[in-house]
């Protein structure tokens, strides 16, 4: 019996996907994809009160939006929370 043909469509159009690290969870985004891309597509809202760091480098949020993630990266995101 013959084997069935698989063929794979490549489309430019769609951005290739690279995986970070969050909080040790991989996870992928689009390559390109700017922290803030990042923090958008997990759920961090604009005013969450949180601390970002890639590697041992902390990122201040008014640089979020320039700062371009590569393959591999080790994101942590520490959340502020209330009471004791």
Known sequence: M???IIFTICNSN???NMKVF???QKT???AG???QDLCRQIGIGEKEPVAVAIGTDVIERDNWASIQLNEN???TIIRATCGG
């Open 2 to 4: 013959a084997q069935p």
């Open 73 to 75: 990266d080790n994101i």
């Open 33 to 35: 994809s700017s922290l």
């Open 22 to 24: 969050v909080n040790g």
């Open 14 to 16: 769609n951005p290739i």
């Open 28 to 30: 992928e985004v689009n």
